[in-house]
C-alpha cells in the first residue's frame, strides 16, 4: 500500500470513529456490527442474536445491531485487527486466534489446562481470568461474555484415543502448542480455521481435526469422519471463546449505553455455559445417530494426554512466551 492510501485509510478509520463518538453522544440511533465465524445454526450466532436483542430493547433503540455469521464480514483470522482498529465493533471470538500479535492468548487454548466448562468459566473472577481480561484489554478488545468450549478428535483412517495415535495423522489442531504436542507423537500438522475443515477433510488435505463440539456438528464435520473421541465426559481441548467488544467502540458509547452492555454480557453467561454443556452430550448423540463410531474419553486417557501436555506443550509455553510461567502457575 502507498503512504498516500495508508494516510487516506488511517483518515477514513478515524472518521467513522468519531461519527461514532457524536451518534453515541446524541443519542440517535446507531447501528453496531457483530461479526462471528459460526453458522447461524450454531449456538454462539444465537449468543449474538440475544446479546442484540436485549440490548437493543434496553437502550430503547440507541443502539441496534447486524449480525454477520460464517465470516460474512470479516474472516476468521482477520476479525482481532479489524477490532483493534475500530473497523468492527464485536466478536464471538476464539481469543488464541490473536495469538499471532498476543501469544499470551495461547494459555485460553492449551491442552489439559482445563478439565470441564465450569472450571473454564470459574476463571473469570480468578487471577488467571483477570490477567487474560487484562491482556485483552490492553490489546483493544474488552470481553463481555465469558465462553469455553469444550471439543473432540475426529479422525478419518483410525481412532485417535490416546497421543500416540496421531502418528502418521495430518492434524488440525488448532492452537501453537496444540500443534507442537501433536507434532512430538508423528502428526503432521496444517492449520486452518474451524470453517475450512470440512473442505480440507473431503479434499483428503487433512486425516484428522480437533475442534468445538458445536463446530464438529454445525458444521456437519460427521459427513466426512469415521470416528470421534468425544468431550462427553473428559476433553483435552478446551478454548475461551467469549463475546467481545472493540475497546474503540467500548469507548464511543456513553456510561448508560457501557452499562446496558457490560450488564446483558454477564447475564449470557449462564446461558453461554448451559449451551457449551450441552453441546459436550449433543455432539455424542448426533455423531452416533450419523454411525460415526464415538468414544468417549476417560479419566485415565485425559491424564495421559495431560502428562503429555505437560512435557511439551506447556513446558515451550513458559519458556517461549513472555509472561507464560506466571500464566501457567495462575492457571494450574
Known sequence: MSRTRNIALKVLIAGLFLSGVLLARSGEARELKISHQFTEADARNALAVEFAKRVEKQTKGELTFKVFPSSALFKAGAQYDAMAKGALDLSIFPLAYASGKIPELEITLMPCIISDVDQGMAWKNKAIGKKVAKICEDKGMKILTWLWYGGGIGSQKKPVILPQDAQGLKFRAAGKFFEHLLNTQGASITSMASSEIYMALQTKVLDACMTSAESFISYRLYEQLEYFNSPENYSVWYMGEPLVISTKTWNSLTPGQQKIVETVGVELEKMSRDDAVAANKEVSKVFKEKNIKVHLM??????????????????????EVPGGKELLDLAK
Open 298 to 319: 476417560t479419566k485415565d486417557e485425559w491424564q495421559i494426554w495431560r502428562k503429555l501436555a505437560e512435557k511439551t506443550a506447556w513446558k515451550r509455553f513458559a519458556t
